[in-house]
Nanobody, 128 residues
Framework: QVQMVETGGGLVQPGGSLRLSCTASGLRFGNYPMAWFRQASGKEREPLSC????????YYADSVKGRFTISRDNAKNTLTLQMNTLNPDDTAMYYCAADPGLQVLVTARMCSGNFEHWGQGTQVTVSA
C-alpha cells in the first residue's frame, strides 16, 4: 500500500518562507512525474508545480513562479517545495502527488494528466 506524507507546513508571517517535504512508503521515487498541489478553503485544488521524472522539465503556476522551487531526490525518496515570499493568498492545504503510471505530461508550460497517488496534505497558513 502506497502512503505519501507531506511535512513542513505551519504558520508563517507574510514575506516568510517554508520548506515542504514529501516522502513515501510502498513507492520508490523514480523516473516518473511528481507534483505539488494546493487547495484553499472554498476553492478547487490547483497544481502549483510539477517535475518530470528526470527533473529536466518543470512546470510552475503563474501564481508561484519565481517564489517557489520544486526539487526531487530519488535516492532519498524525497520531493521538496521551497516556498519564499509567502503571502496570505498562499494559505491552503498543500499536497504532493506521484504518477508512477506515466499518465502525466510535464513541460515548462503545462502539467496535464491524472496523478495516481496523493498525500493527506499539510496546512500552510500565512498570517500576521
Amino acid at each position: 500500500q502506497v502512503q505519501m506524507v507531506e511535512t513542513g507546513g505551519g504558520l508563517v508571517q507574510p514575506g516568510g518562507s517554508l520548506r515542504l517535504s514529501c516522502t513515501a512508503s510502498g513507492l520508490r521515487f523514480g523516473n516518473y512525474p511528481m507534483a505539488w498541489f494546493r487547495q484553499a478553503s472554498g476553492k478547487e485544488r490547483e497544481p502549483l508545480s510539477c517535475i518530470s521524472g528526470s527533473g529536466e522539465n518543470i512546470y510552475y503556476a503563474d501564481s508561484v513562479k519565481g517564489r517557489f522551487t520544486i526539487s526531487r531526490d530519488n535516492a532519498k525518496n524525497t520531493l521538496t517545495l521551497q516556498m519564499n515570499t509567502l503571502n496570505p493568498d498562499d494559505t491552503a492545504m498543500y499536497y504532493c502527488a506521484a504518477d508512477p503510471g506515466l499518465q502525466v505530461l510535464v513541460t515548462a508550460r503545462m502539467c496535464s494528466g491524472n496523478f495516481e497517488h496523493w498525500g493527506q496534505g499539510t496546512q500552510v497558513t500565512v498570517s500576521a
